[in-house]
């Protein structure tokens, strides 16, 4: 067969190579490695993209280089950067990640409470500098035990995390939109009176306009200065800079960060503090999950193509064709 009758994927992003292996099995296969080489694609090579695997990237200035896109698999269970909307209304499904993710980033969660209430990192630096030798036993940090845990958005994620903390005999209470049928957690409608009643904040939500600088000022103070806040869910959904304030003025306890609002940027005024824990956005980075993931884009891609279905389309375009 001629290569032109191949459909063609285009991916943008350095993906793990099985994912290009993978593709080339069924398709040809355009690689952009940075989003700057999207434009040196002539016209012509854009109009023979029919497929799209992208690490959570496709605005609709994106999109619309691509007359003839039938799909957007997207890597990541967030797809805050995918313009869904915009591809739904062009016929266009969009995939991402879901599920496979959810015990590492549960996971991470956990470390990220435990090293941010356990002061693990001021602790490490404490032994390292010798001060254990010249100033004796560190100084005492909170148990985790017992502890009330609010979680923003019970979801996959939510709930695994939920699942996890009742090993440490955590009460487990939460807030989203909606009240979930199933779940025996203490439901609050009322973030703001959840953040008070609660000695720690997850914060697990999507981002996007709807969730934008949702944990603000006044959900900050209400969770006060002997309060945590974790965040693994987007920077975008923490107002950023009033929390290094709340921080500052130890109106807040301590946080745990895996997010940013302008990633791979983070407030300098962080790095000193003793009472936060920072990562760069490695809650689902092992090797194992995200080779779980890089698999889940591949199929989706392969399963629409040979049969018109994909395995986890957006809640946006279940009901277009295929999904
Ligand atoms: P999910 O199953 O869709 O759960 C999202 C939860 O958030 C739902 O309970 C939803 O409930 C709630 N929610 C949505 N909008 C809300 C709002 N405006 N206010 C309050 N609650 C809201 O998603 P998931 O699979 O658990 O993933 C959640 C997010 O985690 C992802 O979208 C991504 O941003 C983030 N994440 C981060 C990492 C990382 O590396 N740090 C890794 C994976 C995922 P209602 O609809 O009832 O409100
Ligand atoms: C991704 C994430 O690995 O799934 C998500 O929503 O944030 C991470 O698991 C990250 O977005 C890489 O693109």
């Not at 355009?30 to 029919?50: A, F, G, H, M, Y």
């Not at 959570?56 to 698999?73: Q, Y």
């Not at 499904?93 to 969660?109: F, Q």
Request: charged letters at 25%; glycine letters at 8%.
């Amino acid at each position: 067969m001629s290569t032109d009758t191949i459909t063609k994927i285009l991916t943008i992003g350095t993906f793990f190579p099985s994912v290009n292996s993978d593709l080339q099995k069924s398709f040809t296969v355009v690689e952009c490695p940075n989003r700057t080489d999207v434009e040196k694609l002539s016209p012509e090579q854009c109009n023979e993209i029919e497929g799209l695997a992208t690490f959570g990237w496709a605005p609709a200035d994106l999109i619309e280089k691509f007359p003839n896109l039938k799909l957007i698999s997207s890597f990541g269970v967030g797809y805050d950067g995918v313009d869904a909307d915009h591809a739904t209304s062009n016929g266009i499904l969009v995939t991402h990640t879901p599920d496979v993710l959810n015990d590492d980033v549960a996971n991470t969660t956990i470390v990220l409470i435990l090293a941010t209430m356990r002061r693990i990192i001021a602790q490490d630096k404490y032994l390292r500098e010798g001060r254990w030798v010249t100033e004796g036993n560190a100084p005492l940090t909170k148990s985790i035990r017992g502890k009330k845990v609010g979680i923003v958005g019970l979801g996959r994620i939510g709930d695994a995390i939920a699942e996890k903390l009742s090993v440490f005999q955590c009460e487990t209470v939460y807030h989203s939109r909606n009240e979930k049928p199933d779940v025996t957690y203490r439901y609050y409608e009322n973030l703001i009176e959840m953040a008070h009643d609660c000695d720690v904040l997850v914060v697990i939500t999507p981002g996007g306009p709807a969730t934008n600088k949702l944990i603000n000022r006044d959900v900050m103070n209400a969770l006060g200065s002997e309060g945590t806040l974790i965040n693994v869910a987007r920077g975008t959904v923490v107002d950023e800079s009033e929390m290094v304030k709340a921080l500052q003025d130890g109106r807040l306890g301590a946080a745990g960060l895996d997010v940013f609002e302008d990633e791979p940027n983070v407030p300098e005024e962080l790095f000193s503090m003793e009472n936060v824990v920072l990562t760069p956005h490695v809650a689902s980075a092992t090797w194992e999950t995200r080779q779980a993931m890089s698999d889940l884009v591949v199929e989706n891609l392969v399963s629409y193509f040979s049969n018109g279905t994909v395995e986890t389309p957006v809640p946006e375009c279940v009901d277009l064709h295929g999904a």
